[in-house]
């Protein structure tokens, strides 16, 4: 295993725009990549969990002081309930209490759950001040932390409370993924995975013959992995920063996902980045019963998937029901005027939109999973 460079993926969004680095031993370097970024910053607030801020924090917080940074931080509970509307009070008034300016950056130190809290928080608070993000997922490496999209989760459905708030610089620190969960890391492979099957067919095969070692550990191809996924998303994102169209290709396998997300309570009984594999394996095989997509291709997305040790069908040891799954999607946040957009393939790395798909088709590929 040889050890990386960092590699900078610039996100191109005019005045907004930003970098991304990524690669081994990123968190020691915070302080001046910080004082790079948001010119001024004297002082800086760090928000993050228990899990994370107990292996990572000290070293941040190390990072900043001997760049001149005085900082403060801010611990929430590990996990989804976080991003509620009562923690992001507790923070919004930790963060004036610790006498926050226009210029002083929050920074998320931790998954999405910390990036998506810390990033909305950061959008509102003095009417929005500098947000940094350093995502210790790998989810959140190639999602989240990217992109501007910061929310909390209402009693009527996840995410519903948010703003678009681009972060001015994302630090994707290879190493702490070393002390991620691997039932994580591989949550995160869905999503990364995803980036091939949507624009990327060289990088799907890429991902065929190395998802096993990257998983495994392998720095390199982690540093790879994830620049190649943050430079396809910073595209897309580039292109419709509020996705107005071809951002919600990035939605692929996230329709038939989140309907299974609803279906078991967004817990533990099935991470997102697992909905989205059985998700993407779901929008190939319609795609296949529609007659877009080869066969041969829909079988390849489930047999790496499964490959790799993510779940590519739902769990036959529960009772799902096609009808409840179904009402699940036609309420989803995207459904526009009684239409659900699916995200579809001609192939993998061919994605499309297509809001006309018949919903007996949804039902067949939705049955052929449960039985
Ligand atoms: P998470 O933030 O809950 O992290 C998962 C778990 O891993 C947590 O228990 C956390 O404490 C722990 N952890 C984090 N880093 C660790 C590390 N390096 N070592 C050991 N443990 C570590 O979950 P996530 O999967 O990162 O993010 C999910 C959230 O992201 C969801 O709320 C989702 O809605 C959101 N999301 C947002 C966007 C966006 O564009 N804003 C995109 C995708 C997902
Ligand atoms: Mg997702």
Redesign the pocket.
């Known amino acids: 295993m040889s050890t990386p460079a960092a590699v900078t993926v610039p996100v191109a969004l005019g005045e907004r725009r930003y970098d991304i680095h990524i690669g081994p031993g990123l968190l020691d370097r915070a302080g001046d990549l910080l004082r790079a970024a948001v010119p001024g910053a004297r002082r800086a607030i760090v928000v993050s969990?228990?899990?994370?801020a107990a292996?990572?924090l000290e070293r941040v917080r190390t990072a900043l002081t001997s760049a001149g940074v005085e900082t403060g931080a801010h611990i929430v509970p590990?996990?989804?309930a976080?991003?509620s509307l009562s923690r992001l009070e507790d923070l919004l008034e930790a963060l004036l209490g610790f006498g926050l300016e226009r210029g002083t950056p929050v920074i998320a130190l931790?998954?999405?759950?910390?990036?998506?809290l810390a990033?909305f928080a950061a959008a509102v608070a003095l009417r929005g001040v500098p947000f940094v993000q350093i995502?210790?997922?790998?989810?959140?490496q190639v999602?989240?932390?990217?992109?501007?999209?910061?929310?909390v989760?209402s009693r009527h459905g996840?995410?519903l409370i948010?703003a678009f708030h681009q972060p001015r610089l994302v630090l994707a620190d290879t190493d702490?993924?070393?002390?991620?969960?691997r039932r994580?890391l591989r949550?995160?492979y869905a999503?990364t995975a995803k980036y091939g099957l949507i624009g990327d067919a060289a990088f799907w095969d890429w991902l065929e013959a190395h998802g096993t070692a990257l998983l495994d550990g392998d720095a390199a191809l982690r540093t790879e992995a994830i620049a190649t996924s943050c430079r396809a998303k910073a595209a897309v994102v580039a292109a419709d920063e509020r996705e107005a169209g071809q951002r919600a290709l990035l939605n692929l396998g996230h329709t038939f996902g989140h309907a299974l997300e609803a279906e078991t309570g967004y817990g533990d009984a099935l991470?997102?980045?697992e909905a989205v594999a059985i998700g993407m394996v779901m929008a190939f095989d319609l795609s296949h019963r529609l007659g877009l997509c080869p066969g041969q291709d829909a079988e390849r997305v489930r047999r790496h998937l499964a490959a790799v040790g993510l779940p590519v069908r739902p769990d036959p040891a529960r009772t799902w029901d096609v009808e409840r799954l179904l009402g699940h999607m036609a309420r989803d946040k995207k459904v526009k005027d009684g239409r659900i957009t699916f995200v579809l393939a001609r192939g993998i790395g061919r994605a499309h939109l297509q809001d006309d798909v018949p919903a007996d088709a949804v039902r067949s590929t939705l049955a052929a999973s449960l039985t």
């Open positions: 969990d228990e899990t994370v292996l990572y590990a996990g989804e976080s991003k931790g998954g999405g759950v910390v990036g998506d990033g995502p210790t997922t790998l989810l959140a999602d989240s932390s990217v992109g501007g999209k910061t929310a989760n996840k995410n948010g702490t993924l070393d002390t991620l969960p994580e949550a995160g999503e991470l997102h980045g």
